[in-house]
């Protein structure tokens, strides 16, 4: 039905705002037996892919792009390396409105560009990083009067919230901890936010441990210091300066919490791990959760038996690059049984 219809009550809604919808949010939790086992935990899954455009970024971006309609704002603008794009073209798209998105040139992932262009975005590659396109969007909106829709609008955090609700509402509790990919920190900042506020309305008892992860080329939090040149693979979360650093800090100091930082390589293990123990194919991103849950595990440092939701915040198919660069190539034969028998006799 939609994040704004589903969570009517506990969202900003007013008589006057447009019903805008794209079925975003209701994503599966997925139990992950092999992977749980492997851990020593109830591992879950949010799969964030199965969104409209692919992500996570929608459950804000329809509240957003309502907000913005409401105010009477005729355009959207925004930074991104590439899911916000994709889903502010996509919203903007089915409301008939211009988008403006200024990706970092050359560092966006084919499928995320490819959304973006086919929405009919007017796309702006940047040449430098997202947290310079990031300010620029910022400058470009103030002139124009277009509406920015990077999480520094607050209603993209505030729809966000819906994730956590979700788990609550499936699992019938809050996790023991909550594993999540931190970029420009508003996804970690929102689940906190959502999860407190099912506390308060005595919808859970408990609260979960937020532990956020970066990649280590790329780990502003971990490090407490801003990055000047982020690199990583993951390039979701190639951000060196996060606009919701504050907030993301108070969810896990409040939390009892930690930043982690995981490696490229670890990243690339576990998107293999997930995809092929899992069944679920996520993008490089959504999977520093995993890294960095199977390194604690290696330091001993993960407790036995609890229940674990990582946010699986992007589809793998937006990045098909990455990953064919990770695996074998298809096994060919020419078109006769005697071929096909050979492969499927070898062991
Ligand atoms: N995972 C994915 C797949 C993302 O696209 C992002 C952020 C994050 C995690 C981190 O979330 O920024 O709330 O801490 N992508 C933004 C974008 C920056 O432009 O698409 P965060």
Known sequence: MGVLKHYKELLPITPAT???????????????????????????GKFEGCNPSGSFKDRGMVLAVAKALEEGKRAVICASTGNTSASAAAYAASQGIPCFVLLPAGKVALGKLAQ?????????????????ALELAREGAEKTGCAMVNSVNPYRLIGQRSGAWEI?????????????????????????????????LGKINSLPRM????????????FNKPCPNPETI??????????????????????????????DEEILA???ILAAEGGVFAEPASCAPLAGLIKLKGLNKLPEGITVTMILTGNGLKDPDT?????????EINDTLEDLMKVLESK
């Open 18 to 44: 447009p019903d805008v919808n794209l079925e975003e949010g209701c994503t599966p939790l997925i139990y992950l037996p092999r992977v749980s086992k492997r851990l020593g935990i109830k591992l879950y």
């Open 116 to 132: 973006a262009l086919m929405y009919g975005a007017k796309v702006i590659a940047v040449k430098g990083n997202f947290d310079r």
């Open 168 to 200: 609550c509402d499936v699992l019938g509790k809050a996790p023991d901890w909550h594993a999540i990919p931190v970029g420009n920190a508003g996804n970690i900042s929102a689940y906190w936010a959502g999860y407190n506020e099912y506390k308060k």
């Open 211 to 222: 532990m956020g992860f970066q990649a280590e080329g790329a780990a502003p939090l971990v």
């Open 234 to 263: 993951a390039t979701a979360i190639r951000i060196g300066n996060p606009v919701s650093a504050h907030l993301a800090r108070a969810a896990v100091n409040e939390s009892n919490g930690e930043f982690n930082s995981v490696t």
């Open 270 to 272: 576990a998107q293999k």
């Open 323 to 331: 990953a064919m660069s990770q695996v074998g190539k298809p096994i």
